[in-house]
């Protein structure tokens, strides 16, 4: 936890989604959800991908964000554009289904290979 705050205090957006993490899911100290919440979107502003697809996966479920599918491809594109399969795997549904984006099957079918080519299965 210590060295977590240290390298974020540092500017360190990887150690800002892991803290974020710590409280979520009360890994050293007690769960505050929020807190946890508040470093994930911290940490995604600063361009972590993980964390990015994280608030994503927020706002898409309604899971401590207000549900909203054009913010949740906003944040799924920017994990995605990174290079992170999992997003871009979500990116692919969402254009599949129309879901916070117009229905689009060839960006669903570009997303999906891409996350394939990233390792994504």
């Not at 994930?40 to 927020?58: C, P």
């Not at 913010?71 to 692919?92: H, M, P, T």
Request: with cysteine; hydrophobic share 30%.
């Amino acid at each position: 936890m210590e060295k977590y705050k240290e390298a974020m205090e540092q500017g360190n957006p990887d150690a800002e989604f892991l803290l974020g993490v710590c409280y979520s899911e009360g890994l050293g100290v007690d769960i505050d959800e929020e807190k946890g919440k508040e470093l994930f979107f911290e940490s995604a502003q600063k361009g972590n991908a993980l964390a990015q697809r994280t608030i994503g996966y927020f706002y898409l479920s309604g899971e401590g964000f207000e549900k909203d599918d054009k913010e949740a491809v906003k944040w799924y594109r920017k994990s995605a554009s990174q290079g992170y399969s999992i997003a871009q795997n979500d990116l692919s549904t969402c254009y599949y289904n129309g879901t916070g984006i117009k229905k689009n099957i060839k960006m669903a079918v570009k997303w999906l290979k891409k996350s394939a080519e990233s390792g994504y299965f």
